[in-house]
């Protein structure tokens, strides 16, 4: 499954599940997260969380699974280990379930094409496993149903490796009748026992796991059977999301929303907001203080991603416009130079 435009998420990398691991990453909370080993949610303190050079610093690695940090400058510094980049492509597995044909019915033109009073039949997956709906009805344009994959399993050409996915979501599909077709014009979803993703080898060894729990997701679609724009944007919302990785770490965001729409020159701008909660139940909250942009190849062109914390303290990622999805990181104005140059 694939993100493409005009699917219920951006096309550029930030998608909302990346939004959400960058979130709890960027505060700084993504390097000590762990002490709570997984099992549970962070508490709530409802206390402002300390944002400072040394946690930051302890969280790039995390934060660059999803955009990766650079610094622009040719002096030699020593450099901490990051995972690469191809990270983000596990981090966005959640953003190819919501947005994936089998919530929205599929395509048609420019529209999302919505579910329609025929159950899909269930769907059998290239490696094994299978996908459907267990529970169906539709009634005046609007579905109720859940999705199920039971040991879904997908194969990478390139690698060999397979990913399996285990789990439910439940959503309404709501579409309004057009010409060609009912098309979607708002989807609302919940999975409070999560969905799960491993990755295995060829030979079946599991390489990686990954689970994702959200309750109250809701997507409008700004422009029904268009382009969606800056008075009508198509907005992304969840009421709680919990995250958690392959190394047990789980993170916790709520009440966050992210909205895009298309440029007249067919560009995209995305803006959002949202809290996260570090492992001791400290918040920190994230809003792009300058909107993502990209032109019309997909080339990141501005945007500016700031966290606050206690104290007015603040850490700021600033978007290197360019092919290659990256950024700078200053905290509290100081910039994050143990990190690799940009490219």
Known sequence: MQVVRQLPFPRNAIGT????????????????SSDNGGATPP?????????DVASVTKAIPDVSMVIPICRKTTTAA?????????GAANSLWLVRLLAARELTGGRSGPALKAL????????????GGRRGYPSYSHASGVTTATLTFD???SSDSSTGNRQVINGSIAFVNTGTPTASGPITTRIEANSPAGVTLQTRDSAGKVLTTQSASFTNFVSVVGVPGGTPTAAKPDTYQFAEIQYTTQAGKTYRETDYKLTRFETPTGG???SLSGRGYRSDGNYFDVSTTVPVTSDSSGKTTAGELTMSGANGAKAVMTMVPGSSLQATMTVNGTAVTSVPACK
Not at 17 to 32: H, I, M, T
């Open 78 to 86: 020593p450099e901490v280990t990051t995972k690469s980049a191809s």
């Open 151 to 153: 040991n879904y399993c």
């Open 43 to 51: 508490p709530v303190t409802n206390q402002p969380a300390a944002i």
């Open 268 to 270: 995209e701008s995305m």
């Open 116 to 127: 329609g009073s025929a159950k899909p039949a269930d769907v059998l997956g290239d490696c």
């Open 17 to 32: 599940a990346s939004v959400c691991l960058l979130l709890a990453a960027c505060g700084g909370g993504g390097g000590d």
